[in-house]
């Protein structure tokens, strides 16, 4: 009956959200020896904590134990055996994700005589290679690190955010880490990966910092549980105990301590003021207890987040309502221990702007649901675990305040509104006066809903005295379906854009215009699109094996670990309506009539459910070693390889799944110069004298014309069949990397450490074009292409090259990137000194070198020089403008225990400004850069921002304290440059966002334990 039940467990436990599941507790381990080094088996061991029930465990013939998948928090641990003096270790710190080794020393005596010792000696963690910080609650709590759950990871080494800075809010969830772009990242809550629906590495929940236990942000050298190589951070929430603890909270921040602040004279020009806070009033509260002593706990918590920010358009935000509410229930009984849980996070932010250049609005709500389940038996020298975890993340984007219902059941029941004559204008040249753009975006309305089941279940030996050492052997299965249902309300939207003064580009003549037949007017290169709605249902299935084992032999131990994993990409049923450009009528348009030639293409589409047919799988291994120089665990050696492949994501699948929309490219020649496509300034072309345009190249603005559909972009949409081809040799992007480390333990409460990283990122999905038909193609690779020189620019005196033109495709080719990759050397030293004598610090200092390497023949050669051994920029993809990438940077954190209960406490981070395009002219569409130089040369101011605290803590028993804090971020009130505008030439080059004011923030906090 127990192999059965074993066996169903490993069965039965088997689906978070797309990314790899992440460890949420730590272990205790250590060998119990007489003075003269020989082992003592038979050694009862009985481990107490606040957070769970009496465990117990006794030493094997090797005087081994071990207390495995602990939740963080400090232990007890008392070691009896008859004729030896009971020996009582007390408050031993178990972290997340962390092996506390916690070795003991027994003298022969009386059972009844007791040595106690308090706190462990040891800081390194002798068993693992993994790079990781980890904030604890307590240091949460009294640094001045702000609300933002981005703010907490900006303290991990090497690591930078869009909380750049320091900020008190945090971004939109993107990071980057040491050499590794930012859509590698993952997120977790207790292990439950909660990334967005869209952008991979972008976090997919708000978390309230009163619902965490522990913090963990791990850099390199990662567990084989973990699939993508990027950062990974783990939020570990609290979790009740055997005492009934809480606390409430509340922490106000307002415009009226808001420091006075000078804009640099460029954005003052503009006439913006500072953005910043007008007022942050956060609430929270935590309870948890026993319902059953030693066997039944529960936890929950809430918090409510009510914001008002402004704009440098001095656009107020109407209230930003966010709240976080988390439940979890706890069980233990003999060896079997379950926990499950429920995370709703969400928020409403109403009439923000849509960017610093307009004062057009949007609406957004997003919630997300996360249900957890995990369940843990151990049998002997057996430990079986399962775990399922479901999210649901839904986000909801309007313009201003026109609705558009998503809960109906149809999209054509939901399709209700139809706006016309409505522009985004983008402005290469320079910014776009208020004046051209209308109070409503692009966007009309975006809705999505993101579903992410996954399961893992996995079961750890452990076998001691096999082939000369102990072993720790793991097994495991996971599978992830991360799957995204959007909708983007678009009826005929039409888009502007303004390129600078283009020679290449002439208008023709017009009897308006005053030019006759055969003269022409250089001009500004306008051109616009009409973009129909964008309707998908897809998913991204990923199953994995993984197996490991950890090997210790005295002073050295070492991992060797394996995974496989496969990927599936498909879509599922979808429809959008009829496609109507330029407002023309469905029954007597020009070219969008029953009768008229467009018909085919403007119709209703209907796409039915399918798979791509390529499924590509992967083998990653990992190979780590660490070596205790001195036996003690002070001195410790570390090594690891590892190659990461397997990270694919809904964002990659955007384009090889089949997607309901169409888009028309044409220019116009605005004569009136209105920025506005009027009646006689642009051609209504069918897609056959679209294509005749193309080939003869003899019409003005021949490259601007195009029909780009999902579907077909050279026939019919039919939808019946994608015109999609797919690398048959079709490899997943991958990471490689090595890591050497050196850490030492200098005192009691201080250590050292140096790391040294290298890795190579490749095999980036790619999409190419195909000639011919499905069944008899060419690819169109882009080494294959053919470079004519067109002239030479006075300003940088570069050669100007355009590609030569090939012959028409039939449509795309998804691929991998086999001719570019990103290289990453980099170095770190840390300093941490663990809170003791009244004192705690930590310290880091980062260089690195992150670069990119282009294949010199599938690039223009006009510009190759720039890029290829220029800055790689891992996070540009999301950020729009800012582009992540600091050769060094500065960390610094601490805090004094002053008499009477105060307590101060600061930060200090430091780092390289990011790089900026440095385009000094544009010349054929193409922007030049200086000769001599490379992509990074040029960067934004470096960045330094210091916030302190202080506290004062009164007591109002023994078991409960009162906190009254104030903190000051950005202390010195810097108006350091954090973006430039990344626009096509230097005039447009120009600050876009500084840090944002000096504040000071008060706050309450009581607690009871």
């Not at 050298?221 to 990027?230: P, R, V």
């Not at 379950?338 to 923000?352: F, I, R």
């Not at 249900?371 to 057996?382: I, K, M, P, S």
């Not at 169109?780 to 300003?795: C, F, H, L, R, S």
Request: with cysteine; aromatic share 12%.
């Amino acid at each position: 009956m127990k192999r059965v039940l074993l066996f169903g467990l490993l069965a039965c436990a088997l689906v978070v959200s797309f990314v790899q599941a992440q460890v949420n507790t730590g272990d205790i381990i250590g060998t119990v020896r007489m003075a003269d080094g020989s082992v003592i088996p038979g050694v009862t061991i009985s481990l107490t904590g606040s957070v769970t029930g009496r465990k117990s465990d006794v030493t094997s013939a090797q005087g081994n134990y071990r207390f495995l998948k602990l939740a963080p928090g400090h232990y007890d641990l008392t070691f009896e055996l008859s004729g030896f003096k009971t020996v009582s270790q007390k408050q031993i710190r178990v972290s997340v994700g962390a092996t506390t080794t916690l070795d003991v020393e027994m003298e022969q005596g009386a059972i009844e005589e007791f040595v106690t010792v308090t706190g462990q000696k040891t800081m390194i963690n002798t068993r693992q290679t993994t790079v990781a910080a980890t904030v604890t609650r307590e240091v949460m709590d009294q640094l001045p690190i702000g609300r933002g759950y981005l703010t907490v990871v900006n303290m991990a080494p090497g690591v930078l955010s869009e909380a750049q800075g320091g900020g008190v809010t945090g971004g939109s969830g993107l990071v980057y880490g040491p050499g590794t772009e930012a859509f590698k990242n993952s997120w977790a809550v207790d292990g439950a990966a909660v990334d967005g629906r869209f952008y991979p590495g972008e976090s997919g929940i708000v978390i309230s910092r009163n619902q965490l236990e522990e913090t963990q942000v791990s850099i390199s050298s990662h567990d084989i549980m973990n699939i993508a190589g990027g950062v990974q951070v783990n939020f570990v929430s609290k979790r009740g105990g055997n005492r009934y603890s809480g606390d409430l909270f509340i922490e106000l921040m307002d415009r009226k301590f808001e420091m006075n602040q000078t804009l640099p004279k460029v954005m003052s020009d503009r006439g913006w003021i500072p953005a910043g806070v007008n007022r942050i009033w956060d609430y929270a509260a935590s309870l948890g207890g026993p319902l059953w002593k030693d066997h039944l706990w529960f936890f929950g918590s809430g918090s409510i987040s009510d914001t008002q920010m402004r704009s440098y358009t001095n656009s107020v935000s109407r209230p930003t309502f966010a709240g976080n509410y988390y439940g979890k229930f706890n069980a233990q009984y003999k060896n079997t221990t379950a926990q499950v849980s429920y995370n709703w996070s969400g928020s409403e932010t109403l009439g923000t702007p849509i960017s610093n250049y307009t004062t057009a609005t949007q609406n957004v709500t997003g919630p997300t649901r996360l249900y957890t389940a995990e369940l843990q038996h151990v049998q002997g020298n057996l430990l079986v675990t399962g775990k399922f975890t479901f999210a649901k993340s839904e986000y909801s984007l309007h313009a201003g305040d026109k609705g558009w219902n998503p809960d109906k059941t149809t999209y054509d029941d939901g399709r209700r509104i139809s706006f016309y004559h409505r522009a985004w204008t983008y402005n290469y040249a320079q910014s776009a006066p208020k004046s051209a753009l209308p109070p409503i975006s692009m966007m009309l309305a975006q809705d999505e809903v993101g579903r992410r089941p996954y399961i893992v279940a996995y079961a750890d030996y452990f076998a001691e005295g096999l082939l000369g050492g102990d072993h720790e052997f793991k097994l495991g299965y996971d599978y992830a379906n991360n799957k995204m249902n959007r909708e983007q309300l678009l009826p005929n939207g039409l888009s502007i854009y303004v390129n600078a003064v283009d020679p290449s580009f002439t208008w023709p003549a017009s009897k308006d215009n005053g030019l006759v037949a055969g003269t022409f007017k250089p001009g500004v290169n306008k051109w616009f699109y009409y973009r129909d709605d964008i309707i998908s249902r897809r998913y991204t299935k990923r199953q994995g094996i993984f197996l490991q084992d950890t090997a210790v032999y005295k002073k050295l131990t070492v991992t060797l670990g394996l995974r496989w994993d496969k990927h599936t990409w498909g879509w599922d049923d979808l429809k959008v309506g009829a496609f109507n450009p330029w407002n023309g009528t469905l029954a007597g348009g020009p070219y969008t009539g029953d009768d008229g030639p467009w018909k085919t293409w403007t119709g209703a589409l209907d796409v039915k459910a399918g798979v791509v047919p390529v499924r590509p799988s992967a083998l990653s291994p990992r190979l780590s070693l660490t070596y205790d120089l001195t036996g003690d665990g002070k001195n410790v050696i570390k090594a690891s390889y590892a190659l990461y492949q397997g990270i694919l994501n809904n964002m990659s699948n955007e384009g090889a799944a089949p997607g309901a929309s169409r888009i028309l490219y044409a220019p116009f020649f605005d004569y009136n110069n209105d920025n506005w496509p009027d009646e006689g300034e642009f051609y209504r072309y069918t897609l056959a004298q679209i294509d005749a345009i193309r080939a003869a190249k003899t019409a003005p603005g021949w490259d601007r014309y195009n029909y780009a559909g999902q579907i077909s972009a050279s026939g019919p949409p039919s939808a019946k069949e994608s015109t999609n081809l797919y690398d048959p040799d079709w490899k997943t992007p991958a990471v490689q990397e090595i890591v050497l480390g050196f850490e030492k333990q200098l005192f009691e409460n201080l250590s050292v450490g140096i790391n040294g990283y290298r890795k190579k990122e490749y095999r980036g999905m790619v999409t190419y074009r195909y000639e011919g038909t499905k069944d008899n193609y060419k690819v169109q690779w882009p080494w294959e292409a053919q470079w004519q020189k067109m002239g030479t620019d006075t300003v940088t005196g570069n050669d100007v090259y355009t590609a030569v033109a090939r012959p028409s495709t039939a449509g795309q080719f998804f691929s991998y990137d086999r001719k570019n990759w990103t290289n990453y050397w980099g170095a770190e030293l840390t300093v941490h000194k663990r809170l003791a004598n009244r004192w705690m610090f930590n310290g880091s200092f980062n260089y690195q070198d992150y670069r990119k390497h282009l294949e010199e023949k599938e690039n223009n050669p006009s510009i190759w020089y720039y890029f290829d051994g220029g800055s790689a920029d891992p996070a540009s993809y999301r950020s729009g403008l800012i582009f992540f990438n600091s050769r060094w940077m500065v960390k610094a954190n601490g805090l004094y225990v002053l008499p009477w209960g105060f307590t101060v406490s600061g930060t200090l981070i430091a780092n390289e400004g990011n790089p900026i395009w440095n385009g000094r002219n544009t010349l054929y569409g193409i922007t030049l850069y200086p000769k001599n130089e490379k992509y990074g040369d040029v960067r934004q101011p470096n960045i330094v921002q210091v916030n302190l605290a202080l506290e004062k803590r009164i007591d109002l028993s023994e078991n409960a304290n009162l906190v009254l804090s104030a903190r000051v971020f950005n202390v010195f009130n810097n108006t350091t440059v954090t973006r430039v505008g990344q626009y096509m030439v230097p005039q447009a080059k120009v600050p876009d966002t500084v840090i944002a004011p000096g504040i000071v923030q008060f706050g309450v906090r009581m607690s009871w334990r």
